[in-house]
Nanobody, 119 residues
Framework: VQLEESGGGSVRSGGSLTLSCVAS????????MGWYRQAPGKQREMVAM???????DYSESVKGRFTISGDNSKHTKYLQMNNLQPQNTAVYYC??????????????WGQGTQVTVSS
């Protein structure tokens, strides 16, 4: 599975951005898909994930401000980010895990897209 993100950029505090992630390849095998982020000097952390059944899980720090959604027909996940704050500045990565032939577990990462929030 290959993942390609788009939609990053620079906004002022309080602004909004929407990230998109398109999956290609063995998309029928994808289970969970969503978003992680990594700020400078920090570990990569989960932001929002959606299960194959459509259940969403969010980091406590983004609940109520970020929304993950998907368009299964386009094999795409979106991350709507509202009321962005400087501490949300990071490289955002699309992520998925899937189970292929022979029940082999695998995962994939996108290349990342930069989100910069200025005060």
């Amino acid at each position: 599975v290959q993942l390609e993100e788009s939609g990053g950029g620079s906004v002022r505090s309080g602004g909004s951005l929407t990230l998109s992630c398109v999956a290609s390849g063995r998309v029928s095998e994808i289970n969970d898909m969503g978003w992680y982020r990594q700020a400078p000097g920090k570990q990569r952390e989960m932001v929002a994930m959606m299960s194959g059944a459509g259940y969403a899980d969010y980091s406590e720090s983004v609940k109520g401000r970020f929304t993950i959604s998907g368009d299964n027909s386009k094999h795409t996940k979106y991350l709507q980010m509202n009321n962005l704050q400087p501490q949300n500045t990071a490289v955002y990565y699309c992520y998925c895990w899937y189970v292929g032939g022979g029940a082999v577990w695998s995962d994939s990462w996108g290349q990342g897209t930069q989100v910069t929030v200025s005060s």
